[in-house]
């Protein structure tokens, strides 16, 4: 049950960043289609990448539910930094584009762009990718009907993810901003992977005593 909690409130945090980056990039790209394609090709190339990269690390792992923690905590800090990371590389940005004398409406500040919206988010959505694969063999490892329960997870995660798109897109953005937004969904996260680690701290004391 409470591993079932804790995959919804990643779901939900994974959501509320991805309508974040959605809302926060299109002001930088212009256009929110543009936007729209760069959050979603990268969000999902991200995730292939990560349960790729990290389902390998994970058999390779002595303690997988440790991996998992690390990787909400990262997470979590990233995204806590992402606004201002990328508010300081926009400015950066901007003198590169001034010094060049680039064209604002030209295909190479466009494709800049792009680049720079891509790269600022792939470091975090390979670290989301992980998490499921990592969590699933940890589970491999603690459940015996395997099966049936990874089913029940992925279905809370997606539940989740449903739940953070609609509480950032109909409340939290329009209440708090997206900096404040973000920082919820970061908290979240941190919550997550600090509760891994004390799972695994009890593991490791039982093992212990025993």
Known sequence: ?????????????????????????????????????VVLSTFMGGLAIGSWWWGKKA?????????????????????????????????????????QGWPSDGNMVLSLKFLICSLTLLFPTILMGGTIPILVRYLSNHISDIGKNISILYFVNSLGAVFGSILAGFYLIQKIGLTSTVFVGALMDLLVGLVFLWIVHLSNRKAYNT
């Open 1 to 37: 049950l409470l591993i079932s909690i804790l995959f919804l409130l990643s779901g939900i945090a994974g959501l509320m960043y991805q309508v974040v980056w959605f809302k926060h990039l299109s002001y930088f790209l212009g256009n929110t289609t543009y936007s729209q394609v």
């Open 59 to 99: 058999d390779e792992s002595e303690n997988p539910l440790k991996l998992a923690a690390y990787l909400e905590i990262s997470i979590a800090l990233y995204c806590l930094f992402y606004i201002p990371i990328f508010d300081g590389i926009k400015i950066i940005f901007i003198e590169l584009v001034k010094s």
